[in-house]
């Protein structure tokens, strides 16, 4: 009986905040209907066009937000690798690519993965060379 009290007057002190939720989250669900009907109504390559323009649009965003994650990943295996110097490279580098496939998966579907790793490891330099400056900056 307590817990029924507790659960009325917790409804009762939040109804605004609860019917806001509902209402948005009503209206994301209609959304979604609308957008579901919209695509069912399109043909087989409207519809073909339309996951590919979202593939591309998912993977530019990928692109985007790759320097940053980079960035970080690079910052990340310098540190963790410190004690082993620079003899290990490539291994640094084939973790930060790893983990940039992992955390953005789309990144598969690029047709021309060779010049997807280009860029990746044109990143992967930059970010090099930022990290190697703060170091140097933080050692004087």
């Keep these: 009986m307590e817990g029924l009290m507790k659960l009325i007057n917790f409804i009762q002190e939040n109804w605004g905040m609860i019917v806001a939720i509902a209402t948005a989250l009503f209206g994301l669900y209609q959304a979604a209907k609308r957008e579901i009907m919209r695509f069912k109504a399109m043909s087989e390559a409207e519809q073909q066009n339309a996951i590919h323009e979202a593939q591309n649009k998912a993977i530019e965003e990928a692109r985007k937000a790759l320097a940053t994650i980079i ?60 990290v190697r400056e703060k170091i140097r900056v933080e050692n004087q």
């Excluded at 990943?73 to 640094?92: R, T, Y």
């Design 71 to 130: 960035l970080k990943l690079c910052s990340e295996a310098e540190i963790a690798w410190a004690d082993a110097g620079s003899k290990l490279g490539p291994v640094k580098r084939a973790e930060v690519i790893d983990a940039c496939f992992t955390k953005y998966p789309v990144l598969l579907t690029v047709t021309d993965q060779d010049e997807l790793l280009a860029y990746i490891d044109k990143l992967i330099d930059e970010a090099l060379k930022t």
